[in-house]
């Protein structure tokens, strides 16, 4: 997956190409999540991307749940026939445009006030093409459906994919995930 934006009247522009899938979901995520904190609108360009596994339509979800908690707006555009037919199959609420400009018009009638939140350099994801490849930590067990925890402190969402002590990445509120998904909250 190859990851990138471009902003035009302050909405965030995401292109993503190839695929989202159990391998690049997290950094697509991530990569959503930090734009989030800049941008309270954004359309996801889908004219490069190929496939999305069900894992990816996890993350798109959980994207769109993050920005739209914040108060703004996820849209997409350009989506192959594929992906429109999977949307529709699993019944994904996301709007979906034909083009930039339905998608661009779209986002300014949704009536969120599109702004660009001040943030740092150091927060900000990178203007240019994003692509990581992060090491997989040996652990001793990967849960088969992730959990999404709900931070109670500050509402961010946290993806948990194996058991552990964590640190929600927004208010720093520790908390840990037993073997059997069990959430304990310091």
């Known amino acids: 997956m190859f990851i990138q934006h471009t902003v035009k009247d302050s909405v965030a522009i995401v292109t993503v190409e190839g695929y ?18 800049e941008f309270n609108a954004i359309i996801i360009d889908c004219s490069k991307l190929n496939y999305i596994s069900s894992t990816g339509f996890g993350a798109l979800m959980y994207a769109q749940r993050v920005v739209e908690s914040g108060g703004g707006v996820v849209v997409l555009c350009y989506c192959n026939k594929e ?64 959990l999404v925890i709900e931070c109670p402190d500050c509402r961010t969402m946290v993806r948990i994919s194996s058991p552990g002590k964590f640190k929600c990445p927004d208010c720093g509120l520790q908390f840990a995930v037993d073997d059997d998904q069990t959430v304990y909250f310091n």
């Open 83 to 146: 992906i429109m037919t999977l949307i529709d199959i699993i019944a994904l609420p996301v709007k979906r445009y034909n083009s930039l400009d339905e998608a661009m018009e779209a986002v300014q009638d949704t009536g969120v006030k599109i702004i660009e939140k001040p943030v740092s350099s150091k927060e900000s994801p990178k203007k240019e093409t994003y692509t990581e490849t992060k090491p997989v930590a040996m652990t001793s067990m990967v849960f088969e459906h992730p």
């Open 20 to 37: 989202i899938d159990h391998t690049n979901a997290v950094q697509f995520e991530e990569y959503i999540a930090t734009l989030q904190k």
